[in-house]
């Protein structure tokens, strides 16, 4: 096995030059993606499903399910926004819920499998913030229902 290894050590070594030479860097933290959480135009106030009630700010066409991440606020979000799942859930106070356009089919079918419907339920990536939605509030349920996981 070591004249196989003294045979190969030149050509291994000439094919890790570049990359052992290679300088590391270091980029910005990021949270989820948006490196200045805190930072928008809008107020959204969130209850937990402990029941805590936090207030965060959020940027013009951001959706509550981004803006719930990027403040490390718990709304799961499974299919990443992608309208595949219902993890993202919340009930809209009913004072904002009229001001929110109306959810397409693809939405209401989301919607039909999520855990504690309401008259109020929406999808939070499919809710985009505007001057209308400044001081939203919504409420995350206390479960989520994601049928890929929950068969």
């Known amino acids: 096995m070591s004249l196989l290894r003294a045979a190969l050590r030149p050509h291994l070594t ?29 107020n959204v106030t969130f209850v937990t499903a402990e029941g805590d009630t936090v207030v965060v700010k959020a940027d013009e066409d951001e959706s509550l399910l981004d803006v719930a991440h990027a403040n490390d606020i718990d709304l799961e979000g499974a299919c990443e926004g992608s309208l595949a799942c ?53 409420t995350i349920p206390s479960a989520t229902r994601n049928m890929a996981v929950d068969v």
């Open 14 to 42: 000439r094919a890790l030059a570049p990359i052992v030479s290679r300088s590391l860097h270091a980029t910005a933290i990021r949270a989820h993606g948006k490196a200045n959480a805190g930072s928008g135009a809008y």
């Open 86 to 138: 219902s993890t993202c859930h919340v009930v809209v106070d009913p004072a904002f819920y009229d001001k929110i356009p109306e959810p397409t089919d693809e939405e209401n079918d989301m919607l039909d499998l999520a855990f504690g419907l309401t008259d109020t339920s929406r999808l939070g990536c499919q809710v985009a913030m505007c001057k209308e939605l400044d001081g939203i509030k919504v």
